[in-house]
């Protein structure tokens, strides 16, 4: 099954864009390298600082022989006598991962003694810091003082996170895991169009029970809806996630601002998504909903002795979760829906998207075959005829789910 970080690099759309790693003195150096090499599978371009510190553990030749250009020499070595302004120059962004307490702390004070720490001076765009350092190292007032002080200033925190420690110890102070590292350099790569946005994303499968160990559902994982929630949270807005069984953190991490609700049923499923409803600007509905559920036999398990000769099972409808909000929306509420489908033909797909649009009250439809290759259930892309209630409508070719995502946001922004 596809993990978030595999997701995440199948995002295309910030291809060519420049990002600068930071890179200082602690044991979890090595984990940059790796970062570095997910960026660079989104066509990112890095470059790369590594501070005195981090030259102990690791060395710029790994950095740049794994691709980052360029890796930037100390001060008053290199023969560019402007190193320490060019990251602000050519980059859209800049993360140092991991940061070590020193390094926060000549930020803190706007030090330029090293190279990093004047670029970091010498740089306007968005700065994320991910520090990983000894538990006590910290929550040493300093450490605290110093981060508060960043934060106030509009640097992002990404971690640390709470585990083991290289020293032996366990408490906080651990790198960020390298799903939020990711997630998190990419948002500070991505236009920041969705800051407005609240936004509702339905998941997954729901699981109608039948007895005390069996039920109906499908094949649904949830990658389209996750897809959709990391680029919308990518993009700057609020993301609250209402997710089917098997959905979980190994595709949407805690993030800040990205909230996970997991639901069982279609019931809940309803519930969780009314109670958020109100709160919401956008609700974007990819959930495989079971559309009926199996007139439950009990809490107990149903024993083969109890019918020898076979049985038979009736259903209920469940309500459309869909249809339910997008006739009760109030105000400027958007609503993006899907169409699970297995028709014959493109054409025909495009007509059942118009219909479906029309009669879910959508302000976009995207539909896809879910018996064509490389589409619809589990598959990491889709081919889509995306349809809009004004009138829109395009084929989109096979494409990772993500870039699929990144498009629908902008259609519905656009809607
Ligand atoms: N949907 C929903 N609640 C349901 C059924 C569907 O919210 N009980 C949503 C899906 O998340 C999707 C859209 O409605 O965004 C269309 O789902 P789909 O299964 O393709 O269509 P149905 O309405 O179930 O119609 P049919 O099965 O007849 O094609």
Redesign the pocket.
Known sequence: MIDVIELLRTLTRLRNTRLHLGVSGSVACYKSADLLRHLLACGIHVSATLSGGAKHFVSPLLFSSLGAAPVYPEMFTGEEPFAHLEPGQTCQALLVAPASASLLSRMATGAASDMLSAQILAFAGPVAVAPAMNTLMWSNAATQANVALLKKRGIHLVGPDCGDLACGSTGHGRLAPMAWLLAHALRLLSPQDMAEEDVLV?LGPTREPWDGVRFWSNPSTGTMGASLALCAWMRGARVHAVAGPGVDTHLLPPLPGLTLHPVRT?GEMLDQALELWPSVTMGM???A?A?FSPVPFGAAKFKKADAPEGFSVSFTP?????LTLSSSRTGRQKVL?????TTASEAELMDLAKA?CAR?QADVLAANRVNAEDSGFGSPTNAMAVVSRTGREEAWPVQSKMDVAWDLCSWLLQS
């Open positions: 339905t279609a509905f990819t959930a909903v559309d469940n309500a459309d979760i869909l829906g899907f169409a699970a489908e479906k879910k």
